[in-house]
């Protein structure tokens, strides 16, 4: 069955670095995009970033451009996220997730299958 599973969160202090990994099974991993998203307390789930199946393509939301990084691996079925200068409003649960079919937009409605999520907190 298909799987998704993150890793890598945990607390940081502002301006600080983390690296967050989701390792994927259960489906043809280089056929579909990947995305990273986060949902705050009381807040609706939003979209951070996305990769094309290819790497040919990134997205990222304006409050991360410049910030994070998205990346691949197909040889080892994983996405990464490179977060650097972290703020405190960064603070969530990070998801990764698949691309519902080919072309979908970056938004949580275009990803089908999730992972159980990873806690990123940034205090000091």
């Known amino acids: 069955q298909v799987q998704l599973v993150e890793s890598g969160g945990g607390l940081v202090q502002p301006g600080g670095s983390l690296r967050l990994s989701c390792v994927a099974s259960?489906?043809?991993?280089?056929?579909?995009?990947i995305g990273w998203f986060r949902q705050a307390p009381g807040k609706e789930r939003e979209a951070v970033s996305c990769i094309s199946r290819s790497e040919g393509r990134t997205y990222y939301a304006d409050s991360v451009k410049g910030r994070f990084t998205i990346s691949r691996d197909n040889a080892k079925n994983t996405v990464y996220l490179q977060m650097n200068s972290l703020k405190p409003e960064d603070t969530a649960v990070y998801y990764c997730?698949?691309?519902?079919?080919?072309?979908?937009?970056?938004?949580?409605?275009?990803?089908?299958?999730w992972g159980q999520g990873t806690q990123v907190t940034v205090s000091s």
């Open positions: 259960g489906f043809t991993f280089d056929y579909y995009a």
């Open positions: 997730a698949k691309e519902r079919s080919y072309g979908s937009a970056c938004h949580p409605w275009g990803y089908d299958y």
